[in-house]
């Protein structure tokens, strides 16, 4: 009956999106914290705002699935916390042949269940999506770092065909088992745009404490005659 609900908002979102036509997808993500296994560790569940990633990839191109990402989901690793061994990760990248399509966050939640609605297009040669979901909502800039839990379905991939055709899909019981430190590492153009700024602070200040010769000399020159 809950399910049927859902759908039926789902259906009357989809036709608001309708008009931008098949490539637009609306996404129902359920997130069940370890609904399948109560044996697993129980960190703190996910809240309001808990980041939810949609990334799709092409199946046909070589790239890995979800399945065999590994240990860090596809994500890229900056390294180890000395203090206790966990790793540092980048969420803000993905495997090869990877693409993140949205970035969102938990807007409701139902029990053990976390859900979020948002509408996508999906690029031409995209075949796959899954969800990559974190317990945290937000990723501070390095050299910041924040500690929280992150899953991947791995076992629930969703054929593009098939979600475009029905306009919605489900996530069903993805595990938020996996503990790690995320940071974001700033574009290059960025950390150049923040170095001249920090030049131009500095180049000021030193102007400031420094006064100009001339009126320091046209001073002196006054004070003796």
Known sequence: MV???KALLLFATVALFGVAGWANTTLFVEVS???????????????????VQIIGYDSTSGAVSP???????GMQQYGTNPDDGIPILLPDTVADGWEILATTHVQHMDGNFYSVSIAIEIPDGIDKIFVRVFSVTDFPAAPQVVKGWWGI??????????????????????EINNQA?????????TLA?????????????????????????????????
């Open 153 to 174: 379905s791995a076992d629930d991939v969703k054929d593009v065909s098939d979600t475009i055709g029905t306009g919605y899909t489900w996530f069903d019981n993805v």
């Open 3 to 5: 399910k049927s609900l």
């Open 67 to 73: 399945a065999n990402a590994g240990s860090t989901g």
């Open 33 to 51: 914290w370890n609904y399948a296994d109560h044996s697993a560790p129980a960190p703190a569940n996910l809240t309001d705002g808990s980041i």
């Open 193 to 225: 745009l923040i170095g001249s700024g920090l030049l131009a602070i500095a180049f000021r200040r030193k102007r400031k404490s420094n006064p100009d010769v001339s009126v320091r000399s046209s001073y002196d020159e006054g004070g003796l005659s």
């Open 181 to 189: 430190y995320f940071e974001v590492i700033p574009e290059p153009t």
